[in-house]
């Protein structure tokens, strides 16, 4: 799929794409932008959320940290129409023929394809990602939507389940789990939407959708999609806003399903929120995961997977091999060779086709990984290299490696969500087993080993919900996806992510 035209992924088209494009000020709702207007001063409610919040919102550019536009954050009042929208849309969408719902998701998918270098550039804009990261970014959510509207296609409409019982007839449905909050971050932006809305449309649910405030270009981008494309009204409203326009969203009585993606602190505030009404709740959270490099590994093809596992989107990933475990007979060869490698990745603006690592996205980030850089100078961490943010414009961490890193550090034990790699070798294969084991979370793990059988075996007593064996972090749209312990709760992609938008009804026939 080669739709790029060189000259059209620069700062300045993407910039024109902003101006011309991007409905700033605005929330999608039943089926068009509404103007988000500045909250009113001399309001009577002082406590009020519509009265007491700033909506003005500035969005960055991670490469220089320079404002490239602002916008404002809807008001609860908003909310409450778009969830007005979303249930007058369910009694039709949900009845929709299959094939239909499926030639929306196609339609938004061959949209997203001629729209390909915008959404790309808006993503490197916003996000600070190299473009060929961007590129693969808006193809898998591309991918996704497609995806779903194949299974769904697929789906029977009735199974007939065998019982025990002569004279009885079990027949099984599915039917969607009604009006959904779809949350996501800000690290993939457009993807971590399609893993939601896709098999939530495909289920028949109406949603109301809230991107990250940090990185609402690409993702406003979507609204004239579906306006384009001429989805029925009020099926999807795209709503901009924080913490506040979120609970507003979890905590409303009408919501049937709630599908969160983000840090595990505001997992858990939404996990509460749910509570009340019994809401459904699906939980993609954080991860801590192992890159295990066995004895007999290839050492330059392990360092390429090291490195691609913690520096690709510059470690902002929520499966990262943030935790490289090596076999103590190549530690030191293993770590010359990843040295030389770290430091001589191209660090520099997304646009530039040269980067191979780009910005974190946001000051707020950068602060968070250079918390991590001084716990670790407090720690008297081993430091191979990196361990500083780079004096220039923008977010911009160096590439970091510790080695010998105490399983009790903070930087062990806890989500840095950066490019910051910590190591530890071991004897054995149980010892790297149960060093892989010993977090909190466990979300994914690279095995890489010379020996197939052997790896296959340890992947078996990794905890984690996704696994490569000598690759790492692709994703498919047919594999699940998400984690054991704190990293979440259910399933995204595969049809697993399908399930996560449906209940399953019985009928019971007696002849
Ligand atoms: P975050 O938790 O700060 O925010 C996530 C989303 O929740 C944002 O849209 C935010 O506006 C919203 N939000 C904030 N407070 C809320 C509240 N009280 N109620 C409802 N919504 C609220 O996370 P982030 O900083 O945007 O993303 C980074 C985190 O996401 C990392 O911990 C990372 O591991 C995790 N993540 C997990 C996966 C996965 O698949 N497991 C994927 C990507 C990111």
């Known amino acids: 799929m080669e739709m790029t035209n060189a ?10 794409t902003v101006q011309d494009e991007v409905m700033l000020n605005a929330a999608y709702i039943d089926g068009k932008w509404m103007t988000i207007e500045a909250p009113a001063t001399d309001t009577a409610d ?10 003005s919102y500035d969005l960055y550019d991670s490469n220089s940290g320079t404002i490239i536009a602002t916008t404002r954050l809807c008001t609860k009042a908003q909310v409450e129409m778009a969830v007005n929208a979303a249930s007058m849309a369910y009694p039709s969408w949900s009845q929709t023929d299959v094939s239909v719902r499926a030639s929306y998701l196609n339609a938004i998918a061959e949209t997203m394809e001629q729209q390909f270098d915008k959404l790309v550039g808006l993503s490197v804009l916003n996000n600070g990602k190299p473009i060929e990261e961007a590129k693969i970014d808006v193809s898998d959510a591309i991918a996704c939507y497609r995806y779903y509207a194949n299974i769904i296609t697929e789906q029977a409409t009735w199974l007939e389940v065998p019982t025990s019982e002569s004279g009885i007839r079990l027949l099984k449905t599915y039917a969607p789990v009604g009006i959904c909050a779809l949350i996501v971050p800000w690290n993939f932006p457009m993807v971590t939407t399609a893993w939601k809305l896709a098999p939530a449309l495909a289920a028949g649910c109406t949603v109301l959708l ?57 997992g858990e505030k939404v996990m509460s929120q749910a509570a009340k009404g019994i809401k459904d709740i699906s939980l993609e959270l954080g991860g801590k995961s192992a890159i295990v ?39 030191q060869s293993l770590f010359d060779t990843l040295k030389v490698k770290a430091e001589s990745l191209q660090i520099g603006d997304g646009f530039d086709t040269d980067t191979q690592m780009g910005p974190l996205v946001s000051e707020q980030q950068l602060n968070q990984v250079k918390k991590y850089f001084d716990i670790a100078t407090a720690e008297n961490l081993i430091c191979l290299t990196g361990g500083e943010v780079l004096n220039r414009q923008g977010y911009f961490a160096m590439p970091t490696i510790y080695t010998n890193v105490p399983v009790t550090s903070q930087l062990w034990t806890e989500e840095v969500f950066g490019p910051v790699l910590v190591s530890q ?24 080993s010379a020996d197939e059988k052997a790896a296959v075996e340890m992947a078996l007593q990794i905890q984690a919900g996704h696994i490569w064996i000598n690759e790492q972090q692709i994703v498919l749209p047919d ?23 449906q209940k399953s009804k019985h009928v019971l026939l007696s002849h």
């Open 7 to 16: 000259n059209s992924l620069t700062r300045e088209s993407a910039i024109q």
């Open 210 to 266: 809230k991107p990250s405030e940090v990185t609402l270009l690409p993702e406003l981008m979507l609204g004239n999609i579906l306006s384009a494309i001429k989805l029925p009204k009020g099926v999807v409203n795209i709503l901009p806003g924080a913490a506040e326009v979120g609970a507003a969203m979890t905590c409303h009585p009408l919501i049937d399903k709630i599908s969160f993606t983000g840090s595990n602190a505001v």
């Open 479 to 501: 594999s699940g996806w998400g984690g054991f312990k704190q990293s979440g709760i259910g399933r995204e992609l595969g049809v697993d992510g399908l399930s996560a938008y």
């Open 425 to 448: 070798t071991f004897t054995d294969h149980a010892e790297a087993i149960a060093l892989a084991n010993d977090s909190q979370f466990a979300l994914a793990a690279s095995i890489v």
């Open 293 to 331: 490099v066995c004895a007999d590994a290839d050492i330059d093809h392990a360092c390429d997977l090291i490195i691609g596992g913690i520096f690709t989107n510059a470690g902002q990933i929520c499966s990262a091999t943030s935790r490289l475990l090596v076999h103590e007979s190549i530690a």
């Open 46 to 55: 002082a406590d009020s959320y519509d009265s007491n919040h700033d909506s």
